[in-house]
């Protein structure tokens, strides 16, 4: 995974085939390797009301365009983690100028050494899934929330290509009895959803319509295997979705006021 992400981000650097792609799917280019075009990412700060008098983690950061994005619209100071060095010093780089609110870290979402309560609000873009186990990921993020603090999780949930049809628990795909909402319940979190399921259909046949138009490029740049990551995602979730396997949500948690 350490070497897909690390071709991945110093691939995209110069790519226009993938600035290209991210434009046309998402909105805009801010280097997704995710599933949130525009519309979610602005539901997200809506959500959270995300404002300047917030400091805010971005988990699982990417290069930081996503994040700067989030900081530009809202005047929130924003810190980015990712595992990948290369992401990051991309990050750093591209946003010198506004460092007062932006600030980039290399971190591991399954070794945080996140300070207690420094954060009033915590943003996971398709980035929870990298967590080893999800109890333990929430928990040391509740722990760096501010009382009152919130966490906003952008997630997907469902059947892999490889795993037969029958095996895969439906049951599960309900928004409270996901693998995440089972670690939010685990850590006492309560929570609020919002279902995306037929937004990320939609966005998954735009992956596929606006891949199929710029393969030549991707072939021509080198970069097949962004092309060939993003068509197989695209496929498995359109699939997946076609056969009711698979959901995607918004998960929005509130810590409680203190006393
Ligand atoms: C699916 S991409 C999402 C990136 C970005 N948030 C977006 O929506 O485009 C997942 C991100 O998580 C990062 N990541 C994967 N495993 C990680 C880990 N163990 N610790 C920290 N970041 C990780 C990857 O480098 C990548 O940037």
């Not at 993938?18 to 519309?39: I, S, T």
């Not at 309560?117 to 760096?144: G, K, P, W």
Request: charged letters at 20%; proline letters at 3%.
């Amino acid at each position: 995974m350490k070497d897909f992400y690390t071709a991945f981000f110093s691939s995209t650097e110069s790519s226009q085939a993938h600035r290209a792609f991210c434009e046309r799917v998402f909105g805009k280019d801010l280097c997704q390797h995710g599933f949130a075009d525009l519309e979610q990412l602005h539901l997200l700060m809506e959500v959270t009301q995300l404002s300047p008098n917030h400091r805010a983690l971005d988990l699982g950061c990417g290069n930081g365009r996503i994040t700067e994005y989030l900081c530009d619209c809202t005047g929130a100071h924003i810190t980015g983690l990712d595992f990948i060095p290369e992401a990051i010093s991309q990050a750093q780089h591209y946003t010198v100028s506004k460092s007062e609110r932006l600030l980039f870290t290399v971190g591991d979402i399954n070794q945080l050494k996140l300070t207690d309560c420094s954060f009033d609000v915590i943003l996971s873009i398709d980035s929870i899934y990298f967590s080893q186990n999800y109890t333990d990921t929430i928990r040391n993020l509740a722990a760096a929330l501010r009382p009152n603090g919130q966490m906003a999780i952008l997630y997907s949930y469902g059947r892999e290509p490889w795993i037969p049809k029958e095996a895969f628990p439906k049951e599960k795909l309900l928004a409270d009895k996901t693998p995440l909402a089972e670690a939010l319940q685990a850590n006492g979190l309560v929570f609020q959803t919002w279902d995306l399921t037929r937004q990320d259909y939609e966005l998954a046949q735009r992956r596929k319509e606006v891949l199929t138009e710029l393969k030549p490029q991707f072939d021509a740049e080198g970069t097949m295997f962004i092309y060939d990551n993003r068509l197989g995602d695209a496929q498995g979730i359109s699939q997946a979705i076609e056969d009711g396997l698979h959901a995607r949500y918004l998960y929005y948690i509130q810590l409680a006021e203190p006393g």
